[in-house]
């Protein structure tokens, strides 16, 4: 049995989420009443995001180091960052890590892959909606990535920092999200949407669009969490 680290906080919400999420499955696979073993360091969201505005991807990166190697040593066998954004350094934090590391875009790109997708539009936070890490891995399976437009990324971004993040989920902010899902689909005709951050699920589960598939990243991710937990067991 594999123990599983998590660097949550980046933001809270999801972390419970995760949680929530891994325990409920865990215990569908393995159907003996047991419990997932589990080991959680939740950090300060606010740093990253000042590493991250600021360009500063070194000290990010250390940063998340930091808190993987605080995760191996009080005995997490495999490590996973709670959250889209920081995935911007994670190739090099998985060359610093002590631990292999399970990376959320990779899941992603796995879940495309079976359902045959191949042009997806992604929502995030303006980091992740700019930033190349989705693209190029999309891209090395054939897959593109499209980016709403500028104003609704500053849309999303908006919502997500300023709602999602703090744990306020508003039907308002669902309508104009879903809106603009139905503007980037007619205009760059997207076959499928990632939902490329971890607080986006808890506001538009079960609100996925006719024809168009939402590729939930957090859940994406526990699956792919749990799977490693019960490997070789």
Same mark, same amino acid.
């Given at each position: 049995?594999?123990?599983?680290?998590? @660097?949550?906080?980046?933001?809270?919400?999801?972390?419970?989420?995760?949680?929530?999420?891994?325990?409920?499955?865990?215990?569908?696979?393995?159907?003996?009443?047991?419990?997932?073993?589990?080991?959680?360091?939740?950090?300060?969201?606010?740093?990253?995001?000042?590493?991250?505005?600021?360009?500063?991807?070194?000290?990010?990166?250390?940063?998340?180091?930091?808190?993987?190697?605080?995760?191996?040593?009080?005995?997490?066998?495999?490590?996973?960052?709670?959250?889209?954004?920081?995935?911007?350094?994670?190739?090099?934090?998985?060359?610093?890590?002590?631990?292999?590391?399970?990376?959320?875009?990779?899941?992603?790109?796995?879940?495309?892959? @079976?359902?045959?997708?191949?042009?997806?539009? /992604?929502?995030?936070?303006?980091?992740?909606?700019?930033?190349?890490?989705?693209?190029?891995?999309?891209?090395?399976?054939?897959?593109?990535?499209?980016?709403?437009?500028?104003?609704?990324?500053?849309?999303?971004?908006?919502?997500?920092?300023?709602?999602?993040?703090?744990?306020?989920?508003?039907?308002?902010?669902?309508?104009?999200?879903?809106?603009?899902?139905?503007?980037?689909?007619?205009?760059?005709?997207?076959?499928? /949407?990632?939902?490329?951050?971890?607080?986006?699920?808890?506001? /538009?589960?079960?609100?996925?669009?006719?024809?168009?598939?939402?590729?939930?990243?957090?859940?994406?991710?526990?699956?792919?969490?749990?799977?490693?937990?019960?490997?070789?067991?």
């Amino acid at each position: 049995m594999q123990t599983a680290g998590i @660097v949550g906080g980046i933001g809270p919400e999801s972390t419970i989420d995760y949680y929530r999420a891994i325990v409920a499955l865990y215990r569908s696979r393995k159907g003996d009443g047991s419990y997932p073993p589990l080991i959680v360091n939740s950090i300060d969201l606010q740093k990253v995001l000042a590493f991250v505005a600021a360009g500063q991807l070194e000290p990010l990166t250390s940063y998340l180091a930091g808190a993987i190697e605080k995760l191996a040593a009080a005995g997490a066998d495999f490590a996973v960052l709670a959250s889209n954004t920081p995935h911007l350094v994670f190739e090099a934090l998985a060359r610093r890590s002590p631990i292999p590391l399970i990376s959320i875009v990779e899941a992603a790109a796995a879940a495309a892959r @079976v359902r045959r997708l191949k042009r997806l539009g /992604l929502f995030g936070t303006r980091s992740t909606m700019q930033g190349v890490f989705y693209p190029q891995t999309f891209e090395r399976a054939a897959m593109a990535i499209v980016a709403p437009s500028v104003a609704e990324q500053a849309r999303i971004h908006d919502i997500y920092m300023n709602e999602l993040v703090l744990g306020i989920f508003r039907d308002e902010s669902r309508a104009a999200l879903l809106e603009i899902v139905s503007s980037v689909q007619a205009r760059e005709k997207i076959d499928g /949407l990632i939902l490329g951050g971890t607080e986006l699920p808890l506001l /538009l589960r079960g609100h996925e669009m006719p024809g168009l598939p939402f590729l939930d990243t957090a859940w994406l991710h526990v699956e792919r969490i749990v799977a490693e937990m019960l490997r070789g067991n």
